[in-house]
């Protein structure tokens, strides 16, 4: 069996990052991603993909990812059943990531899908198409 999904989109809001009771980081965002098809009315429609990262990543991503950010996202899709306050019944879907890939650079949200390596080492971002391979 297998359970893979990637997405590419843009952070809909800043990463959310806590801590559970036993320390370990998990930080919660949401990505927006454009369907290929236009709806009956002719209008692009946009999917709002919650995405959770653990450990170092998370707080990595939390560290570098800001609402508006172009990023890659590779992981798995959970899909969990929770009660809420008000007693109902709640489903969620979302993303368990175990890759993110930064996609534009850190105070550039426009983008423009030249892709940059995350500045995560203090070193200078270099676009891909630089890369000699």
Known sequence: ???RIVVIG???RDPELRSTGNGVAVATFSVAVDRNFANAKGEKETDFIPVVV???LA???GRYL???RLVAVEGRLQIRTYEANDGGKRTV???VA???QFLSPK???SGGGSGYTPDIAGEEMTPLDEIPF
Request: charged fraction near 30%; proline fraction near 0%.
């Open 66 to 68: 800001a609402k508006g």
């Open 54 to 56: 653990w450990r170092g």
């Open 93 to 95: 879907a979302e993303i």
């Open 59 to 61: 707080e990595t991503c």
């Open 107 to 109: 105070d550039g949200n």
């Open 1 to 3: 069996m297998l359970n």
């Open 10 to 12: 843009r952070l809909t």
């Open 98 to 100: 175990d890759n993110v």
